[in-house]
């Protein structure tokens, strides 16, 4: 990384606040959407530091484009703060540890090299796995986790310069706040897929740029695996096809190698009833910082709700569009109903078939008195949610912004790319299992 060439300059702010955290501002940045919204923001937890990118602006993917850094350890962020920024934004770092008193920032140019473009590409991977908007209605294909998963082992173990050198065991003295350093875990938890990657390498994709990406992939999760001493009937494969690579295989349909294999399973629930007076009938919100990746699919349409009349009794029902993985034991999401601006109530969710199911028995007095009662319908996973409170318009346009974002990356990832130097460096290449995902003929 050291000797990557510098790309050109840009000017950052370098200051220190009252709580003695020393943050770097990239100057005239383009922000999020909404900077504070968790879904517009790529993070990585780095020695000493978190390293903080906006998703969505008229840069996506920009190589050049430097991260926002909160430094609360200056000592150990000196090993890659020259890396990524250049030497002037580390001496200003370095000086701005030692003055006293507050620092109300001082200007620098930084020169990023190659480690800044593999940082951006590392935590958008991250992002990715977090935030993808996978959904049937919205034709957005979901990522394969093991691919996924293992490219952003390699990611890791190419950013290694960031990181203490123990959280993906190459050691034990790394600290607790470097959550992104999981080399190894990674690979142990997504081995099960190496033996397709295996086969599409094998198979000699046509692409030539698909093809080198296969191969430096394969090859970094080698030397990641050996870094961290794994060992297992996979990896030793993997080694024995890197040493001699054997003679080609048929050639591989990366959407048909990587293609969901869970379906649809049926669970417990009941479904749910017609019959009584309609009452009033619409669409919920569905914020994707309420529930964890995996449970609900990302449409903006995927909430509906009814309100019956039965009786003398009211029933609100609700259908929540499932995600291809969300569970059908354990862990339940529920609704969150508020009627006429009233105190929430919760209607437990039971996954059936494709659907999240639930009803539940409203007081009469809160459906009537008025012609058309206002009712708002949220889903969550208790114990998960970080956000309390239905959304407003401007978390919808954010929403749709990265529904926006990952279209055009699955289209760019359809086509032949030239890319300069390594893909790992380059946040806009497409990550495999963005081109398994658009390689797909699954009924998206």
Known sequence: MAGAEARAGVEVRVSRGEDGTIRIAVDGEVAAVEPDLDFTRAVLDVAGAVLTWPVLGDADG?????????????????????????????????????????LTGVRVIAHPTALAGSAARLALGHWAARWWPTSYPDAIPALQPDLLGLELATLTHHCQQLFDGGGDGYGDDADDDQLDDCAAELIAEHEAALDRLLQWWRGAPQQADVASHLESVLRLI????????????????????????????????????????????????????????????????????????????AAENAV????????????????????????????????????????????PLTRRDDL?????????????????????????????????????????????????????????????????????????????????????????
């Open 62 to 102: 920009d190589p050049d484009r430097l991260p926002s850094a909160e430094i609360h350890d200056p000592g150990r962020a000196q090993q890659w703060l020259w890396a990524v920024y250049g030497e002037r934004v580390a001496a200003a770092v370095h000086d701005c540890g030692r003055a006293t008193g507050d």
């Open 222 to 297: 080698d030397d990641a695996a050996d870094a961290a001493g794994l060992d297992g009937p996979a990896l030793r494969e993997l080694r024995s096809a890197l040493d001699g690579r054997g003679p080609a295989g048929p050639q591989a349909d990366p959407g048909a190698l990587f293609a969901r294999r869970d379906g649809h399973a049926l669970a417990a629930g009941e479904p749910l009833g017609t019959g009584g007076r309609l009452i009033a009938r619409g669409q919920g919100t569905n914020d994707w910082r309420r529930y964890p990746p995996g449970f609900v699919d």
């Open 304 to 347: 509906t709700w009814t309100a019956r009349a039965v009786g003398a009794r009211r029933r609100i029902e609700v259908e929540v569009v499932a995600h291809s993985a969300a569970p059908t034991a354990g862990a339940s999401l529920v609704a969150e109903v508020h009627v006429n601006g009233g105190d929430p109530h919760r209607v």
């Open 356 to 444: 999240w199911t639930g009803r539940r028995e409203l007081d009469p007095e809160l459906l009537g008195g008025v012609p058309t009662p206002r009712i708002e319908v949220g889903i969550l996973l208790p114990g998960f949610d970080p956000a309390p409170g239905a959304p407003d318009g401007r978390i919808a346009r954010a929403r749709e912004a990265v529904r926006a974002l990952v279209r055009r990356r699955l289209t760019a990832a359809t086509e032949p790319t030239a890319h300069d130097g390594s893909p790992h460096d380059t946040p806009s290449a497409p990550f495999l299992a963005e081109t398994a995902a658009a390689a797909t003929d699954e009924d998206y």
